[in-house]
């Protein structure tokens, strides 16, 4: 069904480049009878597949307007399959979703967090579900008049290579050093330079998985701490946001650098789920100037940072370790999004 929503999209993106000006009403009348025939997917899902071609379609057209590089997505991975809020629905005491597919409803398990329980009977959006690894995710989305705020204490993480981690909250300050990762990195690397040189090349790849089987069980246990902290105290976190930043020449170097690098991008991930199934919300917050900025003035400058793991306020003359500094400011930029006043104190 998601190969099917997939190419239903393709076929849809394809006439909206051949249509002059496409729009949902053009868009349908070229496709649907077609993509109908053609793919056994519910009406509804043809129609997400179109809303979903033009989507894309119009943020590419944003995108060159602007006079930036795009070119057109080739979709060679299937896409989430969008269920549209009648095409599916959750019984969460039952522990099952029903979707609706063309030859009538499939009844799945679901898995629900208890924490998510009383979400899940709210009514349905849009929402979609996908495939990571071996696994498949409802990305449940809900309709509520109420957005459920945060209100918990507000807690910042700073991710980086001095320390993987550092966690800031109320009377919470804890690194995750990362000199543990770089030595392994360091060791992993020098020892295949040398299985290269031998051309023991099965022994290189032996050696890059062993690799990242250390990572991933180091980021497993270093997410699993940093939630089990935040979960403590009923927090928030605020992480960096890394994903879904298109113009990336406003961002900084580092910030640039992580996303870029795999053993980050899979810490955020189990950091994701990992709060998902606690229940804390995990909120991405605006990764410029927290490096820069004193996290008690406010005073933003580059000579804020006086070293490596040094920062010194220029107009307050602050003092503490830069990696505390910007995790204690990725809490300040959650608090003030979230419209609560000022959260940390040592
Ligand atoms: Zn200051």
């Known amino acids: 069904m998601q190969q099917a929503f997939t190419d239903a999209v393709h076929i849809h993106l394809d006439m909206a480049y051949a249509l002059l000006k496409p729009s949902v009403s053009s868009l349908h009348a070229a496709c649907y009878h077609h993509a109908r025939q053609r793919f056994a997917l519910p009406a509804s899902t043809i129609q997400q597949a179109r809303d979903k071609a033009l989507a894309i379609y119009r943020s590419i057209r944003t995108r060159q307007r602007q006079g930036k590089k795009t070119s057109r997505p080739r979709l060679q991975r299937p896409l989430p399959l969008r269920l549209a809020a009648e095409n599916f629905r959750m019984f969460p005491d039952k522990g099952i979703v029903r979707v609706t597919t063309s030859e009538g409803f499939v009844w799945l398990p679901v898995l629900i967090p208890?924490?998510?329980?009383?979400?899940?009977?709210?009514?349905?959006?849009?929402?979609?579900?996908?495939?990571?690894?071996?696994d498949w995710y409802l990305m449940l989305a809900v309709k509520s008049e109420d957005?459920?705020?945060?209100?918990?204490?507000?807690?910042?993480?700073?991710?980086?290579?001095?320390?993987?981690?550092?966690?800031?909250?109320?009377?919470?300050?804890?690194?995750?050093?990362?000199?543990?990762?770089?030595?392994?990195?360091?060791?992993?690397?020098?020892?295949?330079?040398?299985?290269?040189?031998?051309?023991?090349?099965?022994?290189?790849?032996?050696?890059?998985?062993?690799?990242?089987?250390?990572?991933?069980?180091?980021?497993h246990q270093v997410s699993r701490e940093i939630i089990d902290i935040v979960a403590a105290h009923g927090g928030v976190l605020h992480v960096e946001k890394l994903l879904g930043i298109r113009d990336r020449t406003k961002l900084t170097k580092k910030v640039n650098r992580m996303v870029h690098s795999w053993p980050f991008a899979q810490l955020l991930d189990f950091l994701r789920y990992k709060a998902a199934l606690a229940g804390v919300q995990v909120m991405e917050e605006d990764p410029r100037h927290t490096s820069q900025q004193c996290s008690r003035c406010g005073h933003t400058d580059r000579k804020n940072r006086t070293g490596q793991a040094a920062f010194q306020c220029q107009v307050c003359g602050y003092e503490l370790h830069a990696d505390l500094n910007a995790a204690r400011n990725l809490a300040a930029k959650g608090a003030c999004s979230s419209g609560v006043g000022s959260v940390t104190e040592p």
């Open 147 to 219: 957005v459920p705020t945060s209100d918990g204490p507000h807690f910042g993480l700073d991710l980086g290579v001095a320390n993987v981690a550092v966690l800031s909250g109320p009377r919470v300050v804890q690194f995750w050093d990362g000199k543990p990762l770089r030595y392994q990195r360091g060791r992993f690397f020098r020892a295949r330079q040398g299985l290269q040189q031998k051309r023991k090349l099965g022994m290189v790849k032996r050696s890059k998985g062993k690799e990242s089987r250390w990572v991933r069980q180091m980021n």
């Open 114 to 134: 208890p924490a998510w329980r009383t979400l899940c009977a709210l009514p349905h959006a849009v929402s979609e579900i996908v495939q990571r690894g071996r």
